[in-house]
T-cell receptor
Framework: QKEVEQDPGPLSVPEGAIVSLNCTYSNSAFQYFMWYRQYSRKGPELLMY????GNKEDGRFTAQVDKSSKYISLFIRDSQPSDSATYLC????????????FGKGTKLSVKP | GAGVSQSPRYKVAKRGQDVALRCDPI?????LFWYQQALGQGPEFLTYFQNEAQLDKSGLPSDRFFAERPEGSVSTLKIQRTQQEDSAVYLC????????????FGAGTRLSVL
């Protein structure tokens, strides 16, 4: 079992839909949780960054972390065709372990 | 520059050839990471530099992989005697401070080994 599990999809939704993406993890030492967006043939771009448990909102994006369940989510409201990309969750224990542990990524397609 | 720059963007190598991949991080960034992303997978950590010091190379898959950052800015990832299983996108990321989780990625180098 990998440290971080993420359903690869693909996920297809109509424009304007609410999208829910999630990851589970097994390492209780993880404290930092990130969501990256990766367009085809591009590098990952940081979308959301959360420390420990709780919610964080930025425009149409909301990130949630539930450390007790080892479960994180990203919600996208009013999805747009430009949101079509692969979404990667990433985690880190922090400290001297700055490297990120990524999920496989979920491929999202938003249809006009 | 404005972001992390990687070159070449695409590299085709014959099996057994040596390759060198370059990363130019954001100016002033202390930390530099290399990741390997296989097709349909998330990036996997290879190695970490803090300035010129290579502090973690636990993710390098074999002794054919070697990375350096001699002056604490540009980094090179070298793969000797390439194998087909080395085919992947190699991503470089930099961050402003040591051990930072907030990492900025380049577009990657897509390596195909024939």
């Amino acid at each position: 079992q990998k440290e971080v599990e993420q359903d690869p999809g693909p996920l297809s939704v109509p424009e304007g839909a609410i999208v829910s993406l999630n990851c589970t993890y097994s390492n209780s030492a993880f404290q930092y949780f990130m969501w990256y967006r990766q367009y085809s043939r591009k590098g990952p771009e940081l979308l959301m960054y959360t420390y420990s448990s709780g919610n964080k909102e930025d425009g149409r994006f909301t990130a949630q972390v539930d450390k007790s369940s080892k479960y994180i989510s990203l919600f996208i409201r009013d999805s747009q065709p430009s949101d079509s990309a692969t979404y990667l969750c990433a985690m880190s224990a922090g400290g001297s372990q700055g490297n990120l542990i990524f999920g496989k990524g979920t491929k999202l397609s938003v249809k006009p | 520059g404005a972001g992390v720059s990687q070159s070449p963007r695409y590299k085709v190598a014959k099996r057994g050839q040596d390759v060198a991949l370059r990363c130019d991080p954001i100016s002033g960034h202390v930390s530099l990471f290399w990741y390997q992303q296989a097709l349909g997978q998330g990036p996997e950590f290879l190695t970490y530099f803090q300035n010129e010091a290579q502090l973690d190379k636990s993710g390098l898959p074999s002794d054919r992989f070697f990375a350096e950052r001699p002056e604490g800015s540009v980094s090179t990832l070298k793969i000797q005697r390439t194998q087909q299983e080395d085919s992947a996108v190699y991503l470089c990321a930099s961050s402003l401070v040591a051990f930072s989780n907030i990492q900025y990625f380049g577009a990657g180098t897509r390596l195909s080994v024939l």
